[in-house]
């Protein structure tokens, strides 16, 4: 097959050059001459019939023609490279900084991460978590692992889990809520709702529809899945979680379903790369494809029997 491509030195000019908007930092990178890497784009120009560049006194500017083709060469370079190091390996150890929520990590993340290391041995982790994953500093991450509605800046974002919600309590608070009889009123009274910061406002229309008359209320707030399933484990409150979050609760048994009913909302998780320097690591980019292929893999688990 004809691929009809232009010589992958001048698409590597190109590339770097769009990067660093100068030919001269981008000639160092490349190991070039200014000259050279000037002349490769140029090429890249004729062969192509049209401007990429316009060259300023001191810098170059995309024009609308070169912004357009610059993401299709980026991410061509992009892939080549991750898949190289996917089938042959990294040369020496390479360390991917990663960062997440402490739920994520401790409840998703950390139960399928061996099968990353086992698979890319050259490739070493680094993983920060916090409550909220801005609170980090972003110049050494590569991979960002954020909930929310996918709109930030400075980042390529790509959905990775939209997941229902489930209402989750001991088998024994769950018992009485689904049999209200007068004797156990008193000890209805101490059960309660917690709620997760940034997800304030989800109980109400629950409880209206699903729990009339049982006097529930919100009286605990946390900032994490975590402490949430925590407190409904020791028979504190009911929670209402990720369902991904809660099936290791589930599993063991520790917590139940309180209802069959799964929630959906609006928000959903997002692996981000950060885009200050232009291009990923070729290992963020391996580590990324892995992360949507487990979590494929999950939304297979999951899917209703046909």
Known sequence: MNYQLPP?????????AARYNNFTTAAKELNLTPAAVSHQVRSLEEHLGIALFQRLARSL???DKGRAYLPSVRHAFEDLSASTI???GAKGKQTINIRC?????????????????????????????AIWTEALEQSDIDIDIRFGAGLW?????????HQPSVIVATEQTAKLLNNPIPENKHLLSAVRCSQIV????????ILEKQFQGSELKVSLTVDTSLIALQLASSGASLALVQKSYAQPYLSDGRLVKVIDEEFIF???????IPDHEGRAKPESLLFRNWLVAQAELEAQRSAPLP
């Open 8 to 16: 992958l030195n001048w698409l590597r000019a190109f590339e770097a």
């Open 61 to 63: 500017r995309l024009t």
């Open 86 to 88: 996917g089938l042959f």
């Open 101 to 129: 929520t402490a739920a994520f990590s401790v409840l998703w993340l950390a139960p399928r991460l061996s099968d990353f290391l086992n698979k890319f041995p050259n490739i070493d982790v680094r993983l920060d978590t």
């Open 153 to 161: 800046t400075g980042f390529n974002a790509q959905k990775l889990l």
């Open 198 to 205: 940034g997800c304030e406002g989800r109980w109400e229309k």
């Open 266 to 272: 609006d928000e959903s998780h997002y692996v981000l």
